[in-house]
């Protein structure tokens, strides 16, 4: 049924640290997340219900313990893997979690509380995804083989509070089809394969970019959204210059993880309050009520 094993890079000291059985999960198929001496995975299978789990072991082999069964009505069988930022864990099961049962995009703490499902599939926003997700801020980045507007896959964002789904790219044939496997981002550019498709049929390697969000793009629109001081103590105000709607204003911490978020009325200033907020880097987001960027950047807080 699979084990969890170590070996040092030249070859020598192989260890069979843990063996899978019917309940602890069969078959795991995914990469593990490592934090300090603590892995977390997924197996595709087994467990309570049979439709795998999420554990976490020590790296010694110790400890292990099932974070949570899957059972069909939360989603069932992942072939990807986790993906961490701070405390929680984000991944994808291939099946379940709904009457159509097309899969999921899923949070949980590393503890294995707060199960959050942020996605169910359903075909039209995309069907049965069998790889892992991407991160960037905080957006989650997936593929799916199956389903989008043109049921040949999709390629899809969401925020990671579940907000905010977007269908960026939906497959054709000649720009490929079934998407297998995960996205990586590099300098914006979301990079990727397809099974089949392209103009031999046989798949294509393709970059995709959102448009939208401009991912990893911290450009500032200077005339529109002002943020100062810069670098500041954790007080600083954000001055819009942008007319219409209201505007959402989103912070993250380098890890991706949310430590502010408001609304704004347009061509207004905010003054934000980051006090209990550690030294360092942080990015912003500033949308529209309708989804579309407004402006992104970095800034310090240094006390």
Known sequence: MGCLFSINTNGSGYRDIYDFDTYSGVNSLSNFVISGH????????GGDSGYGTIFSVDTNGLGFKVLLDFNDSNGAYPYGSLILSGKVLYGMTTEGSSLLGDGNVFSIDTNGSSFKKLLNFNGINGESPYGSLT????????????????????IFSIDTNGNNYRNILNFDGADGWNPYGSLILSNGVLYGMTANGGSEGYGVIFGAKDTVTGINELTVNSE???LYPDPNNGQFTIQSSVVGERLLVNIYNVIGEEVYSEYTNSNSSISVSLNSQPNGVYLYRILTQTGHLVSSGKFVIQN
């Open 224 to 226: 529109e959204v002002k």
């Open 38 to 45: 603590k892995m977390y995975g997924m197996a595709s299978s």
């Open 135 to 154: 991160l960037s801020g905080g957006i989650l980045y997936g593929l799916t083989p199956l389903g989008g507007g043109k049921d040949s896959g999709n």
